[in-house]
């Protein structure tokens, strides 16, 4: 069966750095684009940042654009977010998600209702 499976985050103080990774199994990895999102306690998930198949195109939430950085490796079937100059407000549970290429473009990479398959979920906790 599809599996995503994160590991990293963790308690870091505020201005610190934490990457996130997101091995996938059971699924043709290259053939989907992959997303990250969060959920703060009390507060519905949100996007933060999606990753086209090939890696040629990425898109951030204006709230981490120029802090966080999506990679992956396709080989290694594995997604990355990398997050630096965390915040207090960065603070949520994260999820990473697979969206098939073939049936999700680019545009609607924001929305978690176009993927099909989810991580566990990993918690950030950023302290002041």
């Known amino acids: 069966q599809v599996q995503l499976v994160q590991s990293g985050g963790g308690l870091v103080q505020a201005g610190g750095s934490l990457r996130l990774s997101c091995a996938a199994s059971?699924?043709?990895?290259?053939?989907?684009?992959m997303g990250w999102f969060r959920q703060a306690p009390g507060k519905e998930r949100e996007f933060v940042a999606a990753?086209?198949?090939?890696?040629?195109?990425?898109y951030y939430a204006d709230s981490v654009k120029g802090r966080f950085t999506i990679s992956r490796d396709n080989a290694a079937n594995t997604a990355y977010l990398q997050m630096n100059s965390l915040k207090p407000e960065d603070t949520a549970v994260y999820y990473c998600?697979?969206?098939?290429?073939?049936?999700?473009?680019?545009?609607?990479?924001?929305?978690?209702?176009?993927?099909?398959?989810w991580g566990q979920g990993t918690q950030v906790t950023v302290s002041s």
């Open positions: 059971g699924l043709t990895f290259r053939t989907y684009h």
């Open positions: 990753i086209s198949w090939s890696g040629g195109s990425t």
């Open positions: 998600a697979a969206a098939p290429r073939d049936h999700v473009t680019h545009r609607r990479l924001g929305d978690a209702n176009e993927y099909d398959h």
